[in-house]
């Protein structure tokens, strides 16, 4: 029976996060095809130690905002009878993980996607410009309703212990972690933040400007940040595995769940993405036969595209199969492709929408909401 093989804890401030070392050996192997087969191996022995291990203590989905998307980005061109400049929706979803780690349970909360504050990404303020005023409206975030879902669960912003993202495209970390002048939304959470993409974020490619908030990252205090570099395990049954492609920091949340080994990340926009020989939407399927492609990637940031290629490779290695749909994975996009008016034909052979395993465990803390769990 495999093993997770891990090394040393990262920080004296998460001292239950190790170094997870399972999968350098095939990183570092030499041709690219033959990188491909070393991490796809991995990655399934990998999964297969995951498995054989314990669950997260709970996992459930707390929906944020819409977000309108180029369908070209979505499905690296592959779609077709699409209108150049088409867009689609993207729900954006963040997820809470109660783990079990050395130091009691712990609450991750992976990509708490700020909207409001995001809408400042440029990206979104140039097609907001170009736009007529009905679609301006639709584009317009929702409300961050964090405090309120958590409530829901019998949690409170307070009770959240780590942050992490899958990328930094789009987001801004002020209100989350705070600043001189601006309240904390988690008072008590440091930021798991990949060092190279942390860094990348002072001085941006020209391909990556146009999705980053310029200030996002602004004095938010060091304290509240823990940079880090390769993979890692956060607890029982939770994984952050290095993925990058889409940004240089790039990573995927991997969770073992009551639905055997699911994934998060960005790489692609939904459960096609990752089956592209078992889509139903029009041209992908096609695209990847023609071009021998195992994968489809969301591709608006083109630069490191092999990597990006590699990195889902691995993900659909490490995680199971959908049990109702076993054609696609259970590769849980954190902006998922869902049917709305910009493109009301394009429609996930496979949607996920929301997961959720185990039972969570309520607040501690004094004072905070004791009420019956509901679905967030």
Not at 70 to 75: D, G, H, I, Y
Not at 184 to 212: G, I
């Amino acid at each position: 029976m495999s093993k997770l093989q891990t090394g040393q804890g990262i920080d004296r401030r998460v001292p239950w996060i190790h170094q997870l070392l399972t999968l350098n050996e095939a990183r570092g192997t030499g041709t690219p095809a033959a990188r491909e087969r070393a991490v796809q191996q991995a990655g399934r022995k990998l999964g297969d130690a995951l498995r054989s291990g314990p669950k997260v203590v709970s996992l459930r989905t707390l929906p944020t905002s819409a977000a309108p998307y180029p369908v070209r980005f979505a499905f690296n061109g592959t779609v077709r009878a699409v209108a150049p400049g088409a867009m689609l929706s993207l729900q954006n979803r963040s997820l809470l993980v109660q783990v079990q780690t050395t130091e009691g349970v712990k609450n991750v909360l992976f990509n708490p996607t700020d909207g409001p504050a995001n809408a400042a990404t440029p990206f979104y303020q140039r097609v907001s410009d170009e736009v007529p005023e009905l679609i301006r409206r639709f584009m317009m975030p929702n409300p961050n309703r964090c405090a309120q879902q958590l409530a829901a669960l019998g949690l409170s912003c307070a009770d959240i212990d780590v942050i992490a993202f899958d990328h930094f495209h789009t987001q801004d970390l002020r209100p989350l972690l705070g600043t001189a002048q601006l309240s904390a939304r988690f008072p008590n959470a440091v930021l798991l933040a990949p060092r190279a993409e942390w860094e990348d974020w002072d001085d941006l490619s020209m391909l990556q400007r146009a999705w980053f908030v310029p200030d996002g990252k602004r004095d938010v205090p060091g304290s509240r940040v823990v940079l880090t570099q390769g993979d890692l395990t956060l607890g029982d049954g939770l994984l952050l595995v290095s993925t990058p492609g889409h940004t240089r920091g790039n990573q995927t949340l991997i969770v073992h769940t009551e639905r055997g080994v699911v994934g998060s990340s960005e790489n692609g926009t939904c459960a096609d993405n990752w089956a592209p020989e078992a889509s139903r939407i029009a041209g992908v399927k096609r695209a990847a036969r023609l071009l021998d492609l195992a994968v489809v990637l969301n591709s608006n940031t083109p630069e490191l595209m092999a990597e990006q290629y590699v990195s889902m490779l691995l993900e659909r290695a490490i995680v199971d199969r959908v049990p109702e749909n076993p054609e696609f994975y259970q590769m849980f996009p954190s902006s998922e492709v869902t049917r709305s008016w910009l493109a009301p034909l394009l429609v996930p052979s496979h949607s996920f929408g929301s997961l959720q395993s185990g039972q969570v465990q309520r607040s501690s803390q004094p004072g905070a909401l004791q009420s019956a769990e509901v679905q967030a």
